[in-house]
T-cell receptor, first 114, second 117 residues
Framework: DSGVTQTPKHLITATGQRVTLRCSPRSGDLSVYWYQQSLDQGLQFLIQ???????AKGNILERFSAQQFPDLHSELNLSSLELGDSALYFC?????????????FGPGTRLTVL | AQKVTQAQTEISVVEKEDVTLDCVYE???????LFWYKQPPSGELVFLIR??????QNEISGRYSWNFQKSTSSFNFTITASQVVDSAVYFCALSEASTGGGNKLTFGTGTQLKVEL
């Protein structure tokens, strides 16, 4: 158990809908990262927050947004969902923002868009 | 842009054999970190090891060892005396600094390791 929690574990929804994925980092970690894992794209970095501020951005679609709250939990919002958004979404956390920080991953949320 | 290549898509071994997973990376950064993660069938990603770019000393930790060679941009991972529980997908990753003061991991495509009795 990495100490990172993600809810829900599974999510099934329809095209055009909007969903919110939630992540709680390990105790004491200030950085939260979001990754998408799909058969087509592999493991792709989406976005990073550190203590409430956006610090790094990957190839995140405009339909996707995220935020980190004062209690350090984070939410990833996916809207106007398409079939291709079906994937496993991971949240990870680390103590800081330096490249040396190992990232600890949550169990993931499996999103299925029908 | 950074890139991580894991040329081995799938490896099958018999229990107790040693197995080496290859990883080649590309980066313009002079300081960087490399990681190996394991994804068992249950799906979670488990951190295994980390290596910085300025220390080429190879290390051993239990049944795991890693060989980092800056000259060839390779960061190979070896499991000694493999066990069935080692069956998983193994990902090599490169940590990259972001202009916004953050960082991100660039992952390879993974190597599926199957250890059979």
């Amino acid at each position: 158990d990495s100490g990172v929690t993600q809810t829900p574990k599974h999510l099934i929804t329809a095209t055009g809908q909007r969903v919110t994925l939630r992540c709680s980092p390990r105790s004491g970690d200030l950085s939260v990262y979001w990754y998408q894992q799909s058969l087509d794209q592999g493991l792709q970095f989406l976005i990073q927050y550190y203590n409430g501020e956006e610090r790094a951005k990957g190839n995140i679609l405009e339909r996707f947004s995220a935020q980190q709250f004062p209690d350090l939990h984070s939410e990833l919002n996916l809207s106007s969902l398409e079939l291709g958004d079906s994937a496993l979404y991971f949240c990870a956390s680390s103590a800081g923002t330096g490249v040396w920080n190992e990232q600890f991953f949550g169990p993931g949320t499996r999103l299925t868009v029908l | 842009a950074q890139k991580v290549t894991q040329a081995q898509t799938e490896i099958s071994v018999v229990e107790k054999e040693d197995v080496t997973l290859d990883c080649v990376y590309e980066t313009r950064d002079t300081t960087y970190y490399l990681f190996w993660y394991k994804q068992p069938p249950s799906g979670e990603l488990v951190f295994l090891i980390r290596r910085n770019s300025f220390d080429e000393q190879n290390e051993i930790s239990g049944r795991y060892s890693w060989n980092f060679q800056k000259s060839t941009s390779s960061f190979n991972f070896t499991i000694t005396a493999s066990q069935v529980v080692d069956s998983a997908v193994y990902f090599c990753a490169l940590s990259e600094a972001s202009t916004g003061g953050g960082n991100k991991l660039t992952f390879g495509t993974g190597t599926q390791l199957k250890v059979e009795l």
